[in-house]
């Protein structure tokens, strides 16, 4: 497929375990994107790659979240710890980031529950 | 970095025009206006994006006011598969998207 896909699609954890959501960009895309989403709350921003490097990890709520992208390609959130709070959509985007403009292409999303 | 205010919510007649407003008034000079909407349990999906002038694509029409401080996202057609939640994105410096909380949409057969 041509569009951005993550794995798992749903992930069900117990309170204090680690987990990993893997995303998978448009083949090109320099740019990776991770947001959050509550129910009813527009996603909202974690981090920002560009290439390799993490651009602005502004949006990680705490140290407990981690990301990765070590090829420029594929990414990895990781959640250290998990918490019910953790649960919600998370939703990865990419793009070619050719500066002012930059439509971001959005995948289907994990959705993690901590139990 | 700019930030968008839209209502929380709309209804539009099946098959009638949906507008959707938008104000972005602390928008700078490059940044684009991007629309997105968002079905339930679905990845958001791209509609159309601006930057001063209108813009018409086979999903929708996008007015922007003169002064860039706000936008309309035009349906011209409602169907009930438009049902759903529409975002009104200014990106900030690092091209994260603020999405805000949009306007969820009912059309109405």
């Known amino acids: 497929g041509a569009g951005v896909s993550q794995t798992p699609s749903n992930k069900v954890t117990e309170k204090g375990k680690y987990v990993e959501l893997r995303c998978d960009p448009i083949s090109g895309h320099t740019a990776l994107y991770w947001y959050r989403q509550s129910l009813g709350q527009g996603p909202e921003f974690l981090i920002y790659?560009?290439?390799?490097?993490?651009?602005?990890d502004s949006g990680l709520p705490n140290d407990r979240f981690f990301a990765v992208r070590p090829e420029g390609s594929v990414s990895t959130l990781k959640i250290q710890r998990t918490e019910r709070g953790d649960s919600a959509m998370y939703l990865c985007a990419s793009s070619l980031d050719t500066g002012f403009y930059n439509e971001q292409f959005f995948g289907p999303g994990t959705r993690l529950t901590v139990l | 970095d700019a930030k968008t205010t839209q209502p929380p919510s709309m209804d539009c007649a099946e098959g009638r025009a949906a507008n959707l407003p938008c104000n972005h008034s602390?928008?700078?000079?490059?940044?684009?206006v991007y629309w997105y909407r968002q079905i339930h349990s679905q990845g958001p999906q791209y509609i159309i994006h601006g930057l001063k002038n209108n813009e018409t694509n086979e999903m929708a029409s996008l007015i922007i006011t003169e002064d860039r401080k706000s936008s309309t996202l035009i349906l011209p057609h409602a169907t009930l598969r438009d049902t759903a939640v529409y975002y009104c994105?200014?990106?900030?410096?690092?091209?994260?998207?603020?999405f805000g909380t949009g306007t969820s949409l009912t059309v109405i057969p």
């Open positions: 602390t928008i700078s000079g490059n940044e684009y």
């Open positions: 790659f560009q290439g390799t490097g993490a651009a602005d």
């Open positions: 994105i200014a990106p900030g410096t690092g091209n994260q998207f603020y």
